[in-house]
């Protein structure tokens, strides 16, 4: 049995209490970024779909990176374990592993093509979390954390991300959008 604050913070029980939990607050700093942004010359929609994507993508993002780093039972006594032959340990996998690697960067392959231009394409973010998913398993093998490092998590991880992505396309914005700097004229300047 985990003791003290990872009994609730280093459980998935814990950590899903604890999303559920600050939900409200969460979406009344989305609605009061959006707000702010709109009171400053920023579009509604715009300043809404910015607002949502960047507060979802730190809410969905940062409990199961979290739960990841999260240092097992024999954390800095055992060395790191790495496993780099892909689709080794995905065929031995639990469901709930498999499910709960795919989720782990879907908000951030979902919100970061809203709010990114440049990330508007399925490749790029897969490429982005399958660059993330491997820092945060070079994280796991460096701290010792008794945790195995995987390249099948990497593969799940960026796959989640690129499944993720076009949930969102239509919110996309392509390079043809006004960048929000953009629409207002400079302090001094005619609008021209």
């Known amino acids: 049995m985990i003791k003290g604050w990872q009994g609730w913070f280093g459980t998935f029980t814990g950590m899903v209490l604890l999303t559920m939990l600050t939900l409200p607050l969460v979406t ?6 959006a707000r702010h942004r709109t009171a400053t010359g ?3 929609p715009w300043a809404f779909r910015s607002s949502l994507a960047e507060i979802g993508l730190v809410y969905g993002t940062v409990p199961p990176v979290w ?3 999260l240092p097992g039972g024999h954390a800095g006594e055992v060395p790191g374990r790495v496993s780099l ?3 080794r340990d995905l065929f031995s ?7 709960g690697n795919l989720l782990v960067f879907a908000a951030l392959g979902s919100l970061a093509p809203i709010r990114f231009a440049a990330l508007a394409s399925v490749p790029r973010i897969l490429a982005l979390g399958a660059a993330c998913s491997a820092l945060l398993e070079t994280g796991q093998y460096v ?7 995987s390249v099948d998590d990497v593969l799940l991880n960026a796959g989640g991300a690129g499944l993720a992505a076009p949930a969102s396309r239509r919110w996309w914005r392509d390079t043809s959008d006004t960048p929000p700097d953009r629409l207002r004229p400079a302090p001094g300047r005619a609008a021209g």
Not at 28 to 33: C, E, W, Y
Not at 143 to 149: E, G, K, P
């Open 28 to 33: 009344l700093a989305i609605g009061a970024l």
């Open 42 to 44: 920023v579009p509604r």
């Open 67 to 69: 739960m990841i780093m």
């Open 85 to 87: 032959v892909p689709l």
């Open 93 to 99: 996998m639990p469901t709930g592993q498999i499910i």
């Open 143 to 149: 701290l010792r954390l008794d945790r195995v490092s």
